[in-house]
Nanobody, 125 residues
Framework: QVQLVESGGGVVQAGGSLRLSCAASGRALINYNMGWFRQAPGTERELIAANNWSGGSTYYADSVKGRFTISRDNAKNTVYLQMNSLKPEDTAVYYC??????????????????WGQGTQVTVSS
């Protein structure tokens, strides 16, 4: 199975940018579709971006479309989430998650198989 570790979270002012990374180990990333989720206090964990095993197909939630970009480097076993034009409402814990390549990747959080520990993103106004 794969292990996932996120990094890159922090505190940023509104309008700023952050890039999150999710490093995979244990099994090659190419075997997995990947998703980025976030969860703010008192809310459910939501899928905000995902891509398939090759990176050729992507999904974005309406709330981040045009501001966030998911990408992956299978040679480095790493998935990225570039976040631009950040807003205070983007404040949340961000998680990366993996699902085998042969399964759909635009699914709810309960259907993803492997998870990182999460990284906090705080956007100040």
């Amino acid at each position: 199975q794969v292990q996932l570790v996120e990094s890159g979270g922090g505190v940023v002012q509104a309008g700023g940018s952050l890039r999150l990374s999710c490093a995979a180990s244990g099994r090659a990333l190419i075997n997995y579709n990947m998703g980025w989720f976030r969860q703010a206090p008192g809310t459910e964990r939501e899928l905000i971006a995902a891509n398939n095993w090759s990176g050729g197909s992507t999904y974005y939630a309406d709330s981040v479309k045009g501001r966030f970009t998911i990408s992956r480097d299978n040679a480095k076993n790493t998935v990225y989430l570039q976040m631009n034009s950040l807003k205070p409402e983007d404040t949340a814990v961000y998680y990366c998650a993996a699902r085998p390549y042969y399964k759909a990747y635009v699914v709810e959080s309960g259907s993803y198989d492997y998870w990182g520990q999460g990284t906090q993103v705080t956007v100040s106004s």
